[in-house]
């Protein structure tokens, strides 16, 4: 269970401090796949940054399966760091190393014997389907393929968490399909959280059960998915759901009047 | 042309690369040093300390201000203190490594500021500690811009060694002056000219050729 509370986080600008998060309180329970939707620049990063401190936040808590992550010093840090997973927009692998070393690149960290290493790195890429591509460089890879290595690279150490920071908008919509199943294979073969922040309505409506609507650094909505959909009560939600909306309104009057349904 | 001009030529050659040899390996180990620290003691770097970034970085664009050959004779001291001499390419060492570090500093500090944030944060997100945040991820990733950098510094070595040779430090800058110079042999500075330009040249191939091969093989499609 990861439980968010009075989270705040504000920024320096020319123009005075920005905050990024007001007072943010979430509740999200072991097992879920949990997503934060909002629109760009709505603080939606900072928030998924905050979990494991790769952004300090000025006040609140944080605690992911009982573990205080706000509290921990720096080598404290670390170690939990190891059991909570990140992937990124961007993939961030190293070009330097082969996808195996990518991936054992965690291992290693964590001071894991070599045998070991070697064994669970197979391990793990044959859950992401990439076993043939242990030799081979980032640089040879295609973006799906990236975000699996990436998605192997987080999952290496075992985490309780997965965090997705936009993990699929650099995709196409079919790759995207598809790491979503594989996110969600995962969550059920592993049990693990996860968190992901998205813009894409597609992601939330894919794989996620619960989710919350980020607005100007706030939580303004929080819930089962189904209900974001159904009944949207913020504005951020109703404006996303009213583009998807008036797209199918104008699909129904150019196709002409019930055609093709 | 005289019978003595392969001697004196191979003798100051040899001289040459000694020096540029070890200075190169002592400068480098200060160069990566300073360009680590410069890089993360940086505002929002690994290990950041902005006061011992500014002082340090002072320090680097003083010692770069100076003209070589004032350097050289600041060092004078130091150098006969280190290894008991100030004549001669083992004394030039000294100066030629405390000549050059603060370059090689500037060239690895830019070279390691072209990773990626991302990379970084990925390292970080794994649990990676600072050092091994340095060894595994910032220096490897970077690795194609380091030699090419090196290899500019390398160069920047033997001109200097060239100019050290003008105040007793032997080598072909030496014996350009020495002889070509003071004595109007014109063969040997012809041929001191000669060796220098073709020195520079292997460098820089040997430099380019190692920086391509690392990129050929992490950038290669299959």
Not at chain 1, 79 to 84: G, Q, S, T, V, Y
Not at chain 1, 86 to 92: E, P, R, V
Not at chain 2, 110 to 132: D, F, H, M, R, Y
């Given at each position: 269970m990861i439980v968010i509370r009075d989270l705040n986080k504000s920024y320096p600008s020319a123009a005075g401090a920005v905050r990024a998060l007001e007072n943010v309180n979430l509740t999200i329970q072991k097992g879920d796949i949990f997503g934060i939707i909002g629109f760009s620049g709505a603080g939606k990063s900072t928030l998924i940054r905050c979990l494991n401190r790769l952004e300090e936040p000025d006040s609140g808590s944080i605690s992911i399966e009982g573990t205080v992550i706000t509290d921990l010093r720096e080598k404290e840090?670390?170690?939990?760091?190891?059991?909570?997973?990140?992937?990124?927009?961007?993939?961030?692998?190293?070009?330097?190393?082969?996808?195996?070393?990518?991936?054992?690149?965690?291992?290693?960290?964590?001071?894991h014997p070599k045998e070991y290493v070697r064994k669970r790195v197979r391990e793990i890429l044959e859950l992401v389907k990439l076993g043939d591509k242990e030799k081979a460089y980032p640089s040879q890879l295609s973006g799906g393929q990236k975000q699996r290595v990436g998605i192997a690279r987080a999952l290496a150490n075992e985490p309780d968490v997965l965090l997705s920071d936009e993990a699929t908008s650099a995709l196409d919509p079919q790759t995207t399909y598809s790491i979503l199943e594989l996110l969600a294979d995962i969550n059920r073969q592993l049990g693990l959280t996860i968190v992901l922040i998205t813009h894409e309505l597609d992601v939330l409506q894919h794989i996620c059960r619960n989710m919350a609507v980020i607005e100007q650094g706030r939580i303004v909505e929080t819930g089962p998915v189904d209900k974001l959909f159904l009944h949207p009560e913020s504005d951020t939600a109703r404006r996303f759901v009213g583009i998807l909306e008036s797209y199918r309104r104008r699909g129904y009057i150019l196709e002409g009047a019930g055609a093709g349904i | 042309m005289r019978d003595d001009l392969i001697d004196l030529l191979w003798e100051g050659l040899r001289q040459t690369l000694y020096m540029v040899f070890w200075s190169s390996i002592f400068a480098l180990a200060i160069g990566l040093a300073l360009g680590v620290t410069l890089v993360v003691t940086d505002k929002g770097g690994i290990l950041q300390a902005p006061k011992l970034n500014k002082v340090l970085s002072f320090v680097i664009n003083s010692v770069r201000s100076l003209p070589f050959i004032i350097l050289i004779v600041l060092l004078l001291p130091f150098a006969r203190w280190v290894v008991g001499t100030t004549l001669g390419p083992t004394a030039a060492i000294v100066s030629l490594s405390i000549g050059a570090a603060p370059f090689l500093g500037r060239i690895i500090e830019?070279?390691?500021?072209?990773?990626?944030?991302?990379?970084?944060?990925?390292?970080?997100?794994?649990?990676?500690?600072?050092?091994?945040i340095i060894f595994r991820v910032l220096i490897p990733e970077a690795l194609p811009a380091l030699v090419r950098g090196m290899t500019i510094a390398v160069i920047g070595i033997v001109e200097f060694t060239a100019v050290a040779g003008a105040i007793g430090a032997g080598g072909l800058g030496s014996l350009a002056i020495r002889f070509g110079y003071q004595r109007f042999r014109e063969d040997i500075l012809f041929a001191t000219v000669v060796v220098i330009i073709a020195l520079v040249?292997?460098?820089?191939?040997?430099?380019?050729?190692?920086?391509?091969a690392i990129r050929r093989r992490r950038f290669t499609p299959e």
């Open positions: 840090l670390r170690l939990a760091r190891r059991k909570i997973g990140m992937i990124f927009q961007q993939f961030n692998l190293l070009d330097s190393k082969t996808v195996f070393d990518n991936v054992a690149f965690p291992l290693k960290v964590a001071g | 830019n070279s390691l500021k072209e990773v990626g944030a991302g990379k970084i944060e990925a390292a970080k997100s794994v649990g990676a500690s600072p050092w091994t040249q292997g460098i820089q191939w040997t430099g380019d050729g190692i920086a391509k």
